[in-house]
């Protein structure tokens, strides 16, 4: 019964994070602390977690806080991600605090406010996680259709205040070393990293008060204050929980109707030689953002490696040999002019998607709050929600704060059967409109 819980709490990915392959080894912190009772517990030491853990530990430092993952710094959906950091908005909607560009408006100041943030974290501990701000992210399109969607997305930016730069055929031939793409623009404020190396270095580089520990699944939430928190490897005590594990609060009874696991793809080349990098444009980094949400994400990745990120599987990891043969034929429609398409990793990585588009935020019940449903963009975002719950948590009032809980929430999804069938219905029906953007 243990272990079909713990299984239930956490994905069984089929391989290591390709991102996490390319680091060092580093010490997991998996030992049990001999205290079982905190001021705080957090769940989730991804991007989220860490955040809202530091910013508690920061607020409380004669307070302990514990935060518990079920996995190991890198290894978790935090260092399975592209590595790419943007203050844009995310599908704003509006709501009863104000208009849609109102809710622009809010989303920006508050995902600018979450890139500073990382930004003086990575620069006050010397994360060594390639923080680049100079290399083109770029939304580009394959297809007249691809190309209306991103010329639209380029004018709502504008009009939101965010300052985009525009490039034709030509232009994103010279940048990314193919015609691929007949028009593209790159907005202000974005960022790249090494998602596995800025999450490890993020843990291990918390404040005094705040005890990490990895490898440890949590099964339940009892109580009302003081909790407790059951875990593979005994119970904790604490006053106030934090849940901070995205689609994997459902397993801990939260957001079952909110939400819903999708599985995305990605691959690392080995590294390149200088004439094949050079076949893949004259920058040593740059990005792209597919003109169809189900399409292809593509990174340059330091002038060493190419990356390529595909394909949507619901609730259940595809097997290997399909992703692989998947992704390289998308390289290959790309990139023909390459020696090869031969990738040294492969992996998966689940995100929670919301039917809106809108993030979990807030307090469940007193003492217990959680942030969730990151739509696959949780660096940025996932790091300032869990720095503003820790300080909602605290009594902390501020701006930021109320800009957040002015935001649009998830809304309802229906029950199985009828889920699994829109969903799977859905993702067929996108990737076919997607046609040569994926």
Request: glycine residues 10%.
């Amino acid at each position: 019964m243990m272990r079909t819980a713990a299984r239930q709490a956490f994905p069984q990915y089929q391989n290591r994070s390709g991102w996490n392959a390319l680091l060092p080894p580093r010490e997991v912190r998996d030992r049990v602390p001999t205290s079982r009772s905190f001021a705080s517990v957090v769940i989730g030491a991804g991007y989220t977690g860490l955040a809202a853990a530091r910013r508690l530990a920061e607020l409380e430092p004669d307070r302990e806080v514990l935060i518990i993952d079920s996995s190991e710094l890198g290894e978790g959906s935090a260092g399975r991600n592209s590595g790419f950091l943007s203050c844009g908005p995310n599908e704003p909607r509006a709501n009863r605090h104000g208009t849609v560009d109102e809710a622009a408006a809010r989303q920006i100041r508050i995902y600018k406010a979450g890139l500073d943030w990382l930004r003086s974290l990575v620069e006050t501990h010397r994360i060594d996680c390639g923080w680049d701000e100079s290399a083109p992210r770029l939304h580009a399109a394959a297809t007249p259709a691809g190309e209306r969607r991103v010329r639209a997305s380029c004018s709502k930016n504008r009009r939101w205040g965010i300052e985009c730069a525009e490039f034709d055929r030509s232009e994103l031939t010279r940048m990314v070393g193919t015609d691929y793409y007949r028009y593209g623009y790159r907005p202000e404020s974005t960022a790249y990293v090494q998602p596995a190396a800025l999450v490890r270095g993020l843990g291990d580089t918390l404040p005094a008060a705040a005890r990490l520990l990895e490898r440890t699944p949590v099964l339940k939430v009892e109580g009302k204050g003081p909790f407790t928190i059951v875990t593979s490897r005994g119970d904790f005590k604490a006053d106030r929980v934090l849940i901070a594990n995205n689609v994997h609060a459902r397993a801990l009874g939260l957001l079952r109707d909110r939400m819903i696991a999708i599985y995305t793809y990605a691959a690392l080349t080995p590294e390149l030689d200088p004439s094949e990098l050079a076949r893949l444009g004259e920058l040593p980094q740059w990005g792209v953002i597919p003109g169809h949400r189900m399409g292809t994400t593509l990174r340059k990745f330091q002038n060493t490696r190419f990356l390529v990120r595909s394909g949507d599987s619901y609730e259940r990891e595809m097997p290997t040999a399909r992703v692989r043969e998947m992704l390289t034929e998308l390289y290959r429609r790309r990139f023909p002019q390459m020696a090869s398409h031969v990738f040294e990793h492969v992996w998966g990585g689940v995100t929670a998607i919301t039917h809106n588009g809108g993030l979990y935020f807030g307090q469940v019940r007193p003492g217990l709050y959680a942030a969730a449903g990151c739509n696959g963009s949780g660096v940025v975002r996932g790091t300032i929600q869990g720095k503003l719950l820790a300080e909602m948590a605290c009594g902390s009032q501020s701006a930021l704060l109320s800009d957040r809980l002015a935001l649009e929430g998830p809304n309802w999804i229906p029950p199985e059967p009828f889920r699994s069938i829109g969903v799977m219905s859905s993702i067929a029906l996108e990737q076919f409109q997607a046609g040569l953007e994926r």
